[in-house]
């Protein structure tokens, strides 16, 4: 089973592996899969329209729809998949839709879920070490909420609005403006490649319902984008994407350790009032304040969790899964990759010369998506 993670091979299986009978020959596009010329003509490889291939019987679909709102055990996910198939020139049957995002959402629900579960909950762990009860956690969720814009999440804009642009041995944003620059230009070419025009992004309706699944059931969703309607606004949404689900998350995730693990650094929480009136406090109220033994073993082993990588981790910039496979996009990825390797060398030399390093945002150490 060495080529089982092949294009090839994963198209084999619906001939030929332990369930044969999904696959169908497609003579139309279903209209809940709404695919169009552009999306996959890099991987047509006659160099015909999808409308054609589609008579010529080189497409074939496979529509898991019986799996539709089954209900699931607790713990377990099902997702109803939809998968086109093109038969190409050497016979053999190739997924075709493309997903660009596909790597930086690698785990992410798996992860989100487990923290709603485990950490966030009425009960879960923060409730337990912190200070905030179950409820107050609701609260302070929606508290932040408000605070949330979409240009919040673009760094250049966030430094400004909140006028750091100047302060010195800003690591986070020195080191994150550089990311965030990698990123954008890596999108923009990949954005050219793809969509040739403004009316290419306005036409393609994938893009445009992932950005309204976005804001759905959102409160200040007006602080959103509700539709891409260019080029370019499609290159920063993108880069609001994978920045977040990258730099942005390795900066406020992989220090939890570093920080939080020497509890009189950060208390989880207290044990007694703050005093009123300066000069009150001695050792025995210090002591008598910060959390006792279980809730700092506690918080130690969580934060010591929280903070570690996997091995074989995917960094930002590797695409070993290839959803790529045309040239000009293949040659995107390097110049990225190349990129990010230089960043990773200015900030090791800096590193190099300070007592505190700081590494949170190197390329070599940003995994790719929010798996912790
Ligand atoms: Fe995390």
Same mark, same amino acid.
């Given at each position: 089973m060495q080529d089982w993670n092949k294009d090839d091979m994963f198209g084999y299986q619906f001939l030929n592996?332990?369930?044969?009978?999904?696959i169908r020959k497609c003579m139309k596009i279903p209209d809940s899969f709404p695919v169009t010329d552009e999306m996959v003509e890099g991987c047509?490889?006659?160099?015909?329209k999808l409308q054609d291939e589609l008579q010529a019987g080189n497409i074939c679909i496979v529509d898991f729809?019986?799996? !539709?709102e089954v209900p699931t055990s607790k713990e377990r996910y099902l997702t109803a998949p939809i998968c086109l198939l093109y038969k190409n020139e050497l016979d053999q049957m190739l997924p075709i839709a493309?997903?660009?995002?596909m790597p930086h959402v690698c785990f992410t629900i798996a992860i989100n879920s487990k923290a709603r579960e485990k950490?966030?909950?009425?009960?879960g762990i923060i409730t337990k070490v912190g200070s905030i009860s179950g409820a107050g956690m609701v609260i302070l969720m929606q508290n932040a909420m408000k605070t949330l814009t979409f240009k919040s999440l673009c760094l250049p804009e966030d430094i400004k609005v909140r006028g750091m642009?100047? %302060?010195? !041995?800003y690591y986070y944003r020195d080191d994150g403006m550089m990311i965030w620059e990698a990123i954008h230009s890596f999108v923009s070419a990949v954005v050219k490649i793809y969509y040739d025009s403004n009316k290419a992004v306005q036409k393609d309706v994938e893009i445009q319902g992932f950005v309204k699944d976005v804001v759905f059931?959102?409160?200040?969703?007006?602080?959103?984008?509700?539709s891409l309607n260019s080029q370019e606004q499609l290159v920063e949404y993108l880069t609001v994407v994978i920045f977040t689900a990258s730099a942005q998350h390795a900066a406020v995730n992989f220090g939890q350790f570093d920080w939080y693990?020497?509890?009189?650094?950060?208390?989880?929480?207290?044990r007694k009032p703050p005093p009123?009136? !300066?000069?009150? %406090?001695?050792m025995k109220y210090i002591m008598e304040s910060l959390p006792d033994c279980v809730c700092s073993s506690m918080v130690l082993g969580t934060v010591w969790a929280l903070s570690r990588t996997q091995e074989n981790e995917r960094l930002?910039?590797?695409?070993?899964?290839?959803y790529f496979t045309e040239q000009p996009a293949m040659e995107a990825i390097k110049t990225f990759y190349n990129k990010l390797e230089e960043v990773t060398k200015i900030i090791k030399s800096r590193n190099e010369k300070s007592t505190l390093p700081y590494w949170y945002l190197s390329p070599d150490k940003i995994p790719n998506s929010v798996a912790i």
């Open positions: 592996g332990c369930n044969p009978v999904m047509l490889k006659r160099g015909r729809e019986i799996l !539709k493309i997903q660009l995002l950490l966030i909950s009425e009960d642009e100047d %302060v010195p !041995k059931g959102m409160n200040n969703f007006d602080k959103f984008p509700k693990g020497w509890i009189p650094n950060s208390l989880s929480t207290m009123q009136q !300066k000069g009150q %406090v001695d930002l910039g590797m695409y070993p899964d290839m």
